[in-house]
C-alpha cells in the first residue's frame, strides 16, 4: 500500500516540521502564526495540531497558544541518554580546544542532508563559533561536511550539493569529499558563512563506520595555513581518541 | 479527508509509541527487537523506522542497533525551556518539601487520559514517591487525578476511569473529582499501587484555567488523616504561590 506508506512518512515528517517551528524566537505560537508560517491551509494546520496535542507533542496553554508538549519531557531524556558523551569523551574535546588555543570543538552526526551537533566544547576566544547541541547545519558546506562525506558516493554527494545556493556546487563538493578521503581531514574558509572557517576528522565506530566528525570552528583571520596545519595533529589524535572510545549514539 | 487524517493521526502516533519503546532498559534495539515488542509485521515496522530515521528520530548506529536519533536534541532543549520552572517556582516545590518533613513534591499536568510530571522536588525520606519527570501516570488514579479531573464534564470522565481495572471505576472517580472540586484539595490511598498516598491542589493560570496539580507522594503509613491535614494548609500555599507565578509551559 503505497499510499498508505507516503501519507505516514508526510505526516510524521510534517508533524517535525510543524514542531521546528517553535525555537529560541518562538516559545509559543498561535494557530494563527503557524498557518502564517507554514502557509498551510488553516483546516490542515488545525488537524495537524490535534494530532500532535493528542501525541504528547503540543499544548495548549490557557492563553490559547501552542507550546511543546509535556510529552517531548520524555524524549529530552531518551536523547540526552544516548547522546551525551562520557565524561573522558568530553575531557578530549576540551583538551582539543586548549590544544588550539580556545577555539571552539564540535562533534557532528550526519543526519539525512544536514549535520547535527551532538556535543560540543565551547571556546574561550571573545569571537567564538557557537553551535547549540541539536542544531542542524547544512550538509553542502563546512570542513565536518566534506569528512561526513568522504565516504558517499557522489550520487549522494552531488544530491546533498542541490541544496547549495551556488552554480556547480556538486563538482566542488565531490572534489572536497574526495580530498577528506585521501588527506583524513578537511578545512574550509568561508563556504557557508564569509569569515567562518573549520577544520575536521573523522571519527568511527568499532565496525569501522564512520560514526561522527569532530570539528575546530573559529574566524577565518584566526584559522590561516599555520594555523591549520598546527591544529590539524591534535584534532587527529582527538578522533582517534573518541575512535577508540567508541561512544557516538550511545555504547553498543 | 478523513481517511487522510486518520491516516496522519495514527501514523503520527505509532511514531510515538515506536519511539516510547526505547527507555532505560532498551538504550538500542533491533528491527527485530521492535518487531517482538509490537507485534507488528516486520514490513510495517521497517517502514516506521525509515520514516522515524528520514526525521531524524531515530539513528542507525554501525553496530546495526537502532538508537533515539540525534534531531531528538533539539526538541529536547524546547521542552526543557517549556517546562522548566523558574527558580522560585522550583523553591517552592522545595519549601513544600521541607513542610511535609521531607515527602517528595510533583507537579502534573493533564495530557490526553494521562498525566504527566513536569517538576518535581525529590524528598529526603529514605522511603520515598520517586516519578520522574517526563514520565506519564494513568489519570484514572491518585490524588493528582482528582484535582486535574474536577473541572471535568461527567463524559470525560467516566472515558478517563474505562481504562482503570476496576468495575465502576466511573462512578468513584467522578464523585473523587467532585470533592477536589468542592474541597480545593484530594488525597488518595492504594488507587493503583497498594500502600502509595497523595494529596494534591489545583495550580491555575492569570486566565483562572487550571494548568496544573502539585502533589505531595509517600507511603501510606506515613500519610495519616493527621499528616494529611498538617500538610493540605502548606500545599495548598504552594499551589496559590504557583498561581501567582503563573509559569506553567512558560511564560506568556
Chains 1, 2 share one sequence.
Not at 529560541?24 to 494530532?51: E, N, Y
Request: proline share 4%; net charge neutral; hydrophobic share 45%.
Amino acid at each position: 500500500m503505497p499510499d498508505v506508506d507516503a501519507g505516514g512518512v508526510r505526516s510524521v515528517q510534517r508533524a517535525v516540521d510543524l514542531l521546528a517551528l517553535f525555537d529560541a524566537d518562538h516559545h509559543s505560537r498561535s494557530v494563527r502564526g503557524l498557518v502564517d508560517a507554514t502557509g498551510l491551509p488553516k483546516t490542515t494546520v488545525v488537524r495537524l495540531v490535534q494530532t500532535l496535542e493528542q501525541a504528547g507533542l503540543l499544548w495548549s496553554r490557557g492563553d490559547g497558544q501552542l507550546v511543546p508538549g509535556a510529552g517531548l519531557l520524555r524524549w529530552a531524556e531518551l536523547a540526552q541518554r544516548t547522546w551525551r558523551l562520557p565524561d573522558e569523551a568530553l575531557r578530549r574535546l576540551e583538551e582539543l580546544s586548549e590544544a588550539s588555543r580556545g577555539e571552539t570543538v564540535h562533534l557532528y552526526v550526519r543526519q539525512r542532508n544536514a549535520r547535527v551537533c551532538v556535543a560540543r566544547h565551547e571556546g574561550t576566544r571573545n569571537l567564538r563559533h557557537v553551535v547549540r547541541v541539536g542544531e542542524e547545519m547544512p550538509l553542502w558546506s563546512g570542513a565536518a561536511s566534506h569528512v561526513l562525506l568522504s565516504r558517499a558516493d557522489r550520487a549522494d554527494v552531488v544530491a546533498v550539493a542541490a541544496a547549495a545556493p551556488h552554480e556547480g556546487w556538486g563538482e566542488l563538493l565531490w572534489e572536497r569529499a574526495r580530498r577528506a578521503a585521501d588527506d583524513g581531514w578537511s578545512a574550509s574558509h568561508g563556504e557557508r558563512e564569509p569569515g567562518v572557517s573549520g577544520v575536521a576528522a573523522p571519527v568511527f565506530d568499532r565496525s569501522g563506520r564512520m560514526s561522527a566528525a569532530v570539528a575546530l570552528g573559529g574566524p577565518t583571520t584566526r584559522f590561516t595555513d599555520e594555523a591549520v596545519a598546527e591544529f590539524v595533529p591534535p584534532l587527529l589524535a582527538t578522533a582517534r581518541a573518541l575512535t577508540t572510545l567508541d561512544c557516538i549514539g550511545g555504547t553498543a
